[in-house]
């Protein structure tokens, strides 16, 4: 059994975090002692770092949540999981684009200053050029 600053410990998550995902229902309501403290078990932790894990992969509560779900019912086809894997790699696919796209911005930003005075400078004028802002924001899909 662990207490909860051992779980967040073991996990690297933070105590706040655990009482949250409690909350929500991605970690069941711990037992308590007589005294009230939280009592995790082994099947707790790892059900937490399954959580940890799959943040650190970048899916949100309700695909983890769906991830889950599926994880409890062992006897199921994967091509949910699949599914919900898919989702995720084409949103971190759709960053990756946008961020190639404000990568690429500033380094055209960055080109273009000559490097003189602050009166001339390209990095501040396209700051300030509003209009060309939105329209490069548009095209970074931000």
Known sequence: MFSIGA???R??????TIRYYEQI???PEAGRTAGGQRRYAASDLDRL???RHARQLGFGLEAIRELLDLADRPGQSCSDADSIARRQLKQVAERIARLQALQTELERMIS???GGLVADCRVLEV???HSECLTNHDEIGG
């Open 49 to 51: 770092s399954f959580v």
């Open 112 to 114: 273009e200053c000559a």
């Open 127 to 129: 700051l300030r050029d």
């Open 11 to 16: 996990t690297g998550t933070k105590v706040q």
């Open 7 to 9: 779980l967040a410990k």
């Open 25 to 27: 229902g991605l970690m």
